[in-house]
């Protein structure tokens, strides 16, 4: 169990703390796209003010590389925390560094909240600056991070600011970690994990990860066109990596030296392009033509994957199965997602799921709730999985001798 100084390690009553939070979400004409991120640290935001403490939540949004630039603005997210906070008196504060403390808090009560504005309009976050983490840090007593999906990255709010205050780690990291831990690291067996999305080279440390791992590996998505390839299948104008293929051939082969079992699509959705309107057919992967480009798996394969999961009792999900943007390409991933909910719903399958594009593509068909465990980590979800050491996490089981608060 990795042992994170937490929540219980800290006297917080009274104190002012820095709520390090992850509210990079998705803005779509001025209003917030998907919630799931903020909704996640209201619990901690909720006991930090029950505590007596004043709350100044701090997060990035975007890639504004330390300009200000009104498009990544969290002013955004102020109606929604009205909303998410009710009666909470929300304070938004443009500047927050190089600021005397008690001008920061001024006009503010216990159990207050001050939303601070994108840290990543400062360059000094991104370049994990000492000096910007050290006026950060004046601003409060304790610093909590609660922002899992940021912990893969060495920024001055995650890591720096380690150095310059008690820093915790929030009720949200903390259950992400145990989370994981407890249903992948030490998952029921057998495991099956379903590996899906574009490409291969971006997967590859985590496929590497898994395969010793895990008992049974499925293959889906974009991906797979580079398996079937180097199985010496036609794959038409489908998007494969040729110089994925030497990758390809060595999971493949550990694969066999580890016994775990390879699950490739058996038949697939192929279209001429990927557009809405643009008619579909299923072909086995034996018919694939030249012209064809592969898009989603096929009914058969569903079935197959449906069959392996109902024999695993933990399944770990990354990766859309086919191009779930544009119908009917999602109906693989709808299909085998719905057979996850219902093992999950009956008790028969832990499953865990992570990543950006796989999170939105459960929420759209509304399927998110069904899983056991859904990580608000992308980047930071795929890093844990491969076993690498995340930089926020790193500082936070380190801080055991410093965790007394002045
Ligand atoms: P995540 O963000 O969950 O880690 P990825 O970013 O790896 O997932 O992959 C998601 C992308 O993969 C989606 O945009 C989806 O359209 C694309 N994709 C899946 N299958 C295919 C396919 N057969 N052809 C082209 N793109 C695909
Ligand atoms: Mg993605």
Same mark, same amino acid.
């Given at each position: 169990m990795t042992s994170l100084k937490t929540l219980n390690d800290i006297n917080i009553k009274n104190k002012d703390i820095l709520l390090r939070v992850d509210f990079n979400v998705p803005i779509e004409d001025g209003k917030v796209g998907d919630l799931t991120r903020i909704k996640a640290v209201i619990p901690t935001i909720e006991y930090l003010r029950s505590q007596g403490a004043r709350v100044a939540l701090i997060s990035h949004m975007g890639r504004p590389d330390g300009k200000v630039d009104a498009r990544y603005s969290l002013r955004a997210l102020i109606p929604v925390l009205h909303t998410l906070l009710p009666g909470v008196g929300l304070t938004f504060r443009e500047n927050y560094i190089n600021i005397p403390r008690a001008h920061f808090w001024s006009d503010t009560n216990r159990g207050d909240v001050i939303?601070?504005?994108n840290i990543r309009f400062h360059a000094g976050e991104e370049k994990n600056d000492m000096n910007f983490a050290a006026s950060l840090a004046s601003l409060a007593d304790i610093c909590v991070n609660d922002a899992f999906a940021a912990c893969h990255r060495a920024h001055a709010s995650i890591s720096a600011i380690t150095n310059c205050i008690p820093t915790v780690a929030g009720l949200l990291l903390a259950s992400e970690i145990s989370a994981i831990e407890s249903h992948y690291l030490h998952a029921a067996k057998p495991l099956m994990a379903v590996i899906g999305g574009s490409k291969v080279s971006s997967k590859i440390?985590?496929?590497?990860a898994l395969v010793p791992k895990v008992d049974i590996l499925a293959i889906g998505g974009g991906m797979a066109n580079s398996f079937l390839l180097a199985m010496g299948k036609e794959v038409g104008l489908? #998007?494969?990596e040729k110089s994925a293929l030497p990758l390809v051939e060595d999971i493949l082969s550990q694969a066999k030296l580890h016994n775990t079992e390879i699950l490739l699509p058996v038949d697939v959705v192929v279209a001429a392009e990927?557009?809405?309107g643009v008619t579909s057919t299923i072909k086995t992967i034996d018919e694939i033509g030249p012209e064809d480009r592969i898009l989603d798996i096929g009914p058969a394969s569903v079935t #197959?994957?449906?069959?392996a999961a109902s024999r695993a009792k933990t399944l770990l999900w990354n990766g859309p199965l086919g191009a779930f943007e544009i119908e009917p390409f999602d109906k693989g991933t709808l299909d085998f997602a719905q057979h996850v909910v219902k093992l999950t719903q009956v008790g028969k399958l832990v499953s865990l799921t992570g990543g950006g594009d796989s999170v939105a593509a459960l929420a759209k068909l509304d399927l998110e709730s069904g899983f056991t465990y859904v990580s608000t980590g992308g980047g930071a979800f795929l890093e844990f999985i491969e076993g690498k050491i995340l930089p926020g996490?790193?500082?936070?089981?380190q801080t055991s001798e410093k965790i007394q608060v002045k």
């Open positions: 939303l601070c504005e440390d985590v496929l590497k489908s #998007l494969v990927l557009a809405p #197959l994957f449906n069959q996490l790193a500082v936070l089981s």
